[in-house]
């Protein structure tokens, strides 16, 4: 086997809440099936399919997909801080194939990855994030405007396509939560402070991450006590997407819409486009066999929240 898939949500509340022990010992359990997963297929690469929560990509400069030709762990919420193993010569060639492709790919060449794309390594490689290449692929997940999901599939087929003939073990990562609708403040509804902090919020002080982590413990904390005023998890939605990701059938991720999606799975349910990314691009390899699924509501994490492995068929 040459490719293989992980998906799985991310939570920066994972060490900042504690649910119910069994729910808790299902997800370790379910992290432990991925680390199995990942030991024996032994990956020579990892192409990390991963969004941002405004902490390294911010509205003076918001591109749908950005592949890091280097890139650096922001450090939020204590994940990990310092320098990825990025093969630069490797991400400079994909990059031009992804263009190539009609793909209107931006690039970085000092990217800044948060939480939401270091996690499922941490929990791989027991924090160790930087001992395996990997390629870091920002996709847009938290910030209007979203292009369609026709798009997200089309970029996740030209990137699975340039590593479909290659003798190298690429591991596909995608790193998002299903439904929820954690406070990320959006656009929109934003006041002047929180509209600066969204476009130009880099290198926050210490005190003013230090409040948005505390508001987003404290919100998690009421939503698990039905106290909160963020959209419910929706594990119905939840469980059609995950069908359509074990179906094989990745056009029909094409349905969802950014409004559909707001209405009725909370605004950072966009993150699963780092999931039809990364299931694109198996695809891209050939047919694929989802062989491992596990999937809660998890209001504690603020998260629909799944984990899969895929394989070729
Ligand atoms: O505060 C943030 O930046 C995001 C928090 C969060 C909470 C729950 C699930 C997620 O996927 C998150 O990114
Ligand atoms: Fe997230």
Redesign the pocket.
């Given at each position: 086997m040459t490719q293989a898939l992980l998906c799985m949500?991310?939570?920066?509340?994972l060490e900042h809440a504690t649910p119910p022990a069994e729910t808790e010992a299902a997800v370790q359990a379910a992290f432990a099936q991925a680390k199995a997963f990942v030991k024996e297929f032994d990956p020579e690469l990892i192409v990390n399919f991963g969004?941002d929560?405004?902490?390294g990509f911010f509205y003076d400069l918001m591109p749908p997909f950005c592949l890091g030709y280097t890139a650096h762990g922001t450090g939020?919420?204590d994940s990990y801080d310092g320098a990825l193993d990025v093969p630069t010569d490797l991400a400079e060639d994909l990059a031009q194939f992804v263009i190539d492709r009609g793909i209107d790919l931006a690039i970085s060449r000092r990217m800044e990855v948060?939480?939401?794309a270091v996690q499922p390594m941490e929990i791989l490689y027991d924090g160790d994030v930087a001992s395996k290449p990997v390629l870091p692929v920002f996709v847009n997940s938290v910030a209007r405007p979203f292009v369609p999901m026709s798009r997200v599939r089309a970029f996740g087929h030209a990137i699975g396509e340039y590593f479909a003939g290659v003798d190298r073990r690429v591991l596909f990562i995608g790193s998002?939560?299903l439904s929820?609708d954690?406070?990320?403040p959006q656009f929109d509804t934003a006041n002047a402070a929180q509209r600066e902090f969204l476009t130009v919020g880099r290198n926050p002080t210490p005190e003013f991450r230090a409040a948005?982590?505390a508001n987003?413990i404290e919100t998690?904390r009421k939503f698990a006590a039905g106290e909160a005023d963020i959209m419910d998890l929706n594990p119905e939605w939840d469980r059609g997407f995950l069908d359509v990701c074990a179906s094989g059938r990745v056009e029909d991720f094409d349905r969802y819409t950014a409004d559909g999606m707001d209405a009725v799975a909370g605004h950072?349910s966009h993150?699963v486009r780092t999931w039809v990314a990364a299931y694109s691009a198996l695809h891209a390899c050939g047919p694929y066999r989802v062989g491992y699924e596990f999937y809660r509501p998890i209001r504690e994490?603020?998260?629909g929240f799944a984990v899969t492995t895929a394989l070729p068929a």
């Open positions: 949500s991310h939570s920066p509340l969004p929560h405004f902490n939020d919420y948060d939480h939401g998002g939560g929820h954690p406070p990320v948005r982590q987003t998690a950072s993150e994490y603020i998260a």
